[in-house]
Structures are given as C-alpha cells and as structure tokens.
C-alpha cells in the first residue's frame, strides 16, 4: 500500500512539473504572439506608405495620348480608286 501511494506521489509530481512547463511554453507563446502582433502591425504600415509612394509616381507618370482616328477623307479617296 504505502508503494502505492509513493506511486501516486510520483505521478502527482510529474503532473505539477508538466503544468509548470505547459505554463512556461504558453507564457512565451504569448509574448511571441505580441511580438509578431507588433511586427504584422509595423508590416501592414510599411505596406501603406510603400502603397502611396507608388500611387503618388503613378500620378506624376504622364498620361498616353490617345491616337488620334483615322481620317475619313483618306478613307473616301482609297474607296473612290
């Protein structure tokens, strides 16, 4: 009886350690997540300004004329030879 309860004992103790280790693991989970949450944030700002850099040389690129239609006189002499 008393191996039994050396037994229960033992696992008792290795039970508080895994709860100290899945305590541990999830802290530095959650300082981790904050460290990528700060870092997803900092990307997602860099991403705007790299946005509206490229919006704002966009705009200075000049507009393509459209060409210019065909003349219709041209087209009545060709059809009239």
Do not use: G, W, Y
């Not at 033992?10 to 990528?36: P, S």
């Amino acid at each position: 009886m008393i191996s039994d309860f050396h037994l229960l004992s033992d696992k008792i103790d290795e039970l508080a350690a895994l709860t100290q280790a899945l305590r541990r693991e999830n802290a530095e989970l959650r300082v981790a997540m904050i460290a990528m949450a700060a870092e997803k944030a900092d990307m997602a700002a860099r991403m705007a300004q790299a946005q509206l850099r490229v919006i704002a040389v966009l705009e200075q690129l000049p507009v393509p004329e459209a060409p210019e239609p065909e003349s219709t006189d041209e087209n009545n002499e060709e059809q009239a030879a």
